[in-house]
């Protein structure tokens, strides 16, 4: 059977039939507290997409987790199933217009001489976003679960222990964002705060939080007053046009703790969304979108401003420990066989994170060998799996190696960062010099420290070969000492 192209006027009702199925699924959640909080949890997990998008998903597939276009699956090294049925979403597509005489005709249609004149200026041109509709997927479509790949691997979430520990990582990340909006976080609030805990003071843009709140209970506090701050600062309130009462403030506050609570684990169970039959009252569907945009924009952005600030901690964490740097990056490289040899290893994390490799390398050395870096006076090298320590840099890369062995070094040069990486000798370099020099991952003037250390460090070599031989012959062949050395 023949296929038949899609008219404009068909793409047209399919984005109208999309509009209006997410049109429905926003009515639906305004009708109890349990279906907002519902929602609320589905924002929660899909923050990074437009609202618009994120109602969509939500009403074609109940339950979503996590969802990607199919070409981020295969990038996954992911299959999306045979049969499996896309899920529609809207797309931003800008189109380039060009002025021909009183007309304005789109890119694709201007001739290539209209193109060339709009390109220098000659011609006026205006952009539009129009919408198509693509398709993602998600994660129980494809075979991810067969791979043993998680959801938490895949999209990098975060989990939480619950430790207080934690609790305070999150507070300095909390803090972060209230940095960056310029918020002043009081130490003690303006007036008796009784049983409320927290207030947001606009006139002055400043927190306060009831110093009687445990420090789990100052995380989902903090998050709630940031949100009126963000929310309802009074430039944000001139912009909006309209003031919002109390209730409404409060609602949308609660909403976006709620969100990203959930978003992080938090507990959600003490959350009251009281205000939603309050809010709701004669307000229209465009009133509710609104609302809920201006919710979806803030909670995301929380989301991805704490994400940075924990992977910032845990990097410095891990840099701090070389024991869990290994144990991260043989994690992300799906490495489980502690007695897999290095170079296999190597590969491995090549295959998934490349960048890691230096770092993989240096913790293993930090850990094996247990050597202080700050305290070499030299450059000093470790040729991994050759020694257990640290040799000044000659003669560590005075060593015989296989032509077909793959070699993998640190070398530390005082005052400066570790440099580790990995070659074969067969196909790449003949040793360690040689490949620091084709690689140029040092200065000149270190290269040529390095090439003097290993030039002297040839001569002393071959005068204790030298050496050697003397002793050989006098011995064997019971020659006077200065006979030898007159001959």
Same mark, same amino acid.
Do not use: C
């Given at each position: 059977?023949?296929?038949?192209?899609?008219?404009?006027?068909?793409?047209?009702?399919?984005?109208?039939?999309?509009?209006?199925?997410?049109?429905?699924?926003?009515?639906?959640?305004?009708?109890?507290?349990?279906?907002?909080?519902?929602?609320?949890?589905?924002?929660?997990?899909?923050?990074?997409?437009?609202?618009?998008?994120?109602?969509?998903?939500?009403?074609?597939?109940?339950?979503?987790?996590?969802?990607?276009?199919?070409?981020?699956?295969?990038?996954?090294?992911?299959?999306?199933?045979?049969?499996?049925?896309?899920?529609?979403?809207?797309?931003?597509?800008?189109?380039?217009?060009?002025?021909?005489?009183?007309?304005?005709?789109?890119?694709?249609?201007?001739?290539?001489?209209?193109?060339?004149?709009?390109?220098?200026?000659?011609?006026?041109?205006?952009?539009?976003?129009?919408?198509?509709?693509?398709?993602?997927?998600?994660?129980?479509?494809?075979?991810?679960?067969?791979?043993?790949?998680?959801?938490?691997?895949?999209?990098?979430?975060?989990?939480?222990?619950?430790?207080?520990?934690?609790?305070?990582t999150f507070r300095r990340a909390l803090n972060g964002i209230a940095e960056t909006q310029d918020v002043k976080i009081l130490d003690q609030p303006l007036n008796e705060l009784g049983t409320a805990k927290g207030c947001f003071y606009p006139e002055l843009n400043a927190i306060a939080l009831n110093p009687r709140n445990s420090d789990i209970e100052n995380v989902t506090v903090l998050i709630h007053e940031l949100a009126h701050a963000n929310l309802h600062?009074?430039?944000?309130?001139?912009?909006?046009?309209?003031?919002?009462?109390?209730?409404?403030?409060?609602?949308?506050?609660?909403?976006?703790?709620?969100?990203?609570?959930?978003?992080?684990?938090?507990?959600?169970?003490?959350?009251?969304?009281?205000?939603?039959?309050?809010?709701?009252?004669?307000?229209?569907?465009?009133?509710?979108?609104?609302?809920?945009?201006?919710?979806?924009?803030?909670?995301?952005?929380?989301?991805?401003?704490?994400?940075?600030?924990?992977?910032?901690?845990?990097?410095?964490?891990?840099?701090?420990?070389?024991?869990?740097?290994? @144990?991260?990056?043989?994690? =992300?490289?799906?490495? &489980? %066989?502690?007695?897999? $040899?290095? #170079?296999?290893?190597?590969? +491995?994390?090549?295959?998934?994170?490349?960048?890691?490799?230096?770092?993989?390398?240096?913790?293993?050395?930090?850990?094996?060998?247990?050597?202080?870096?700050?305290?070499?006076? @030299?450059?000093?090298?470790? =040729?991994?799996?050759? &020694? %257990?320590?640290?040799? $000044?840099? #000659?003669?560590?890369?005075? +060593?015989?190696?296989?032509?077909?062995?793959?070699?993998?070094?640190?070398?530390v040069i005082p005052g400066e960062e570790p440099i580790s990486q990995h070659f074969r000798i067969l196909d790449d370099a003949s040793g360690p010099l040689h490949h620091i020099l084709k690689t140029e991952v040092v200065s000149k003037k270190t290269e040529q420290v390095l090439e003097k250390a290993w030039y002297d460090e040839m001569i002393s070599t071959e005068d204790r070969d030298l050496e050697k031989v003397r002793q050989s012959v006098t011995r064997?062949?019971?020659?006077?000492?200065?006979?030898?050395?007159?001959?």
């Open positions: 059977m023949a296929y038949k192209k899609k008219t404009r006027e068909d793409y047209q009702k399919e984005v109208q039939a999309l509009t209006d199925k997410m049109e429905t699924q926003l009515a639906s959640h305004f009708v109890s507290q349990e279906s907002i909080k519902e929602h609320l949890d589905f924002m929660s997990r899909f923050h990074r997409y437009s609202t618009r998008n994120m109602l969509l998903i939500e009403e074609q597939f109940q339950g979503a987790r996590a969802v990607g276009s199919y070409a981020y699956w295969e990038k996954q090294g992911v299959q999306v199933q045979k049969g499996e049925k896309g899920i529609k979403i809207f797309v931003p597509s800008p189109v380039t217009f060009i002025k021909r005489d009183t007309d304005w005709v789109a890119w694709k249609d201007a001739t290539k001489t209209e193109q060339k004149r709009a390109k220098e200026g000659a011609l006026p041109t205006r952009k539009a976003m129009y919408y198509k509709i693509g398709h993602v997927f998600e994660y129980t479509q494809t075979d991810a679960r067969e791979k043993g790949l998680e959801v938490s691997e895949l999209f990098a979430s975060y989990h939480r222990n619950g430790s207080l520990r934690e609790a305070e600062n009074v430039e944000r309130n001139e912009e909006r046009g309209i003031e919002l009462n109390p209730h409404e403030k409060e609602f949308q506050a609660e909403m976006v703790a709620y969100t990203v609570a959930a978003h992080f684990g938090f507990s959600t169970d003490e959350f009251s969304l009281s205000y939603l039959a309050n809010w709701t009252q004669g307000r229209n569907l465009r009133d509710k979108e609104d609302l809920l945009y201006e919710v979806h924009q803030t909670s995301g952005h929380f989301i991805r401003e704490i994400h940075t600030s924990l992977e910032h901690e845990q990097v410095l964490e891990r840099e701090a420990s070389p024991l869990k740097m290994i @144990e991260h990056i043989e994690n =992300v490289a799906q490495i &489980t %066989d502690q007695r897999m $040899p290095l #170079a296999e290893r190597l590969e +491995r994390i090549m295959q998934h994170t490349p960048e890691d490799v230096g770092a993989y390398l240096t913790s293993i050395a930090k850990q094996d060998t247990q050597q202080d870096f700050s305290s070499f006076n @030299e450059p000093m090298m470790l =040729v991994h799996r050759a &020694t %257990d320590f640290f040799e $000044p840099f #000659a003669k560590a890369n005075d +060593r015989d190696f296989d032509e077909h062995e793959t070699v993998a070094y640190t070398l064997h062949f019971n020659v006077p000492e200065q006979d030898f050395r007159s001959r």
